[in-house]
């Protein structure tokens, strides 16, 4: 079945910078679009950034435009989310997601941008 | 960028109500539109994609309607395992892939 888990997420310093990661198992990695997306403590979701299954495509949400970067590695089915520049704006619960309707969604990582 | 309006953000309805959920496009958005439930401490389910298409596994008292700007979110019968949050989200063409802001269901 569709595995998704990300990690990384851990209390950062405003300023600071973190990767997270997402595992994928249980589908063709390489044949799906990817999506992060994340919920501040209390709030909506909002999506952050999407990549297509080559890479070739990438989008990002205006707020972290400029300050993270999403990228994959298709050989070892995984999803990233590098994230610089961290204020107390990004701390959020987040999830990585397939783009196939968003059928599958991850357990969440925890990203608290604190001093 | 479209935006996405969803109401009310909060029902309190009781055991076996009729509960109707709204979502407004800021532009036509075609039929590209998903509903999700949250349980508190989870990660989103879809329930409902392309305005009307159940997922697999989701109960029939779950429905959805709509075109272009307007959509309407239904449970046919609200059952207690229903209380979550529910977010309806555009996903047509390219991105922002946004949300709207959650509506809070809660037992009366």
């Known amino acids: 079945q569709v595995q998704l888990v990300e990690s990384g997420g851990t209390l950062v310093k405003p300023g600071g910078s973190l990767r997270l990661s997402c595992a994928a198992s249980?589908?063709?990695?390489?044949?799906?679009?990817m999506s992060w997306i994340r919920q501040a403590p209390g709030k909506g979701l909002e999506w952050v950034s999407y990549?297509?299954?080559?890479?070739?495509?990438?989008y990002y949400a205006d707020s972290v435009k400029g300050r993270f970067t999403i990228s994959r590695d298709n050989s070892k089915n995984s999803l990233y989310l590098q994230m610089n520049s961290l204020g107390a704006d990004d701390t959020a619960v987040y999830y990585c997601?397939?783009?196939?309707?968003?059928?599958?969604w991850g357990q969440g990582t925890l990203v608290t941008v604190s001093s | 960028d479209i935006q996405m309006t969803q109401s009310p953000s909060s029902l309190s309805a009781s055991v076996g109500d009729r509960v109707t959920i709204t979502c407004q496009a800021s532009?036509?958005?075609?039929?590209?539109l998903n509903w999700y439930q949250q349980k508190p401490g989870k990660a989103p389910k879809i329930l409902i994609y392309?305005?009307?298409n159940l997922e697999t596994g989701v109960p029939s008292r779950f429905s959805g309607s709509g075109s272009g700007t307007d959509f309407t979110f239904t449970i046919s019968s609200l059952q207690p395992e229903d209380i979550a949050t529910y977010y309806c989200q555009r996903y047509d063409n390219l991105p922002p892939y946004t949300f709207g802001q959650g509506t809070k269901l809660e037992i009366k």
């Open positions: 990549i297509s299954g080559s890479a070739s495509s990438i």
């Open positions: 249980g589908f063709t990695f390489s044949d799906y679009y």
């Open positions: 997601a397939r783009v196939a309707n968003f059928d599958s």
């Open positions: 392309d305005v009307s």
């Open positions: 532009q036509d958005i075609s039929s590209n």
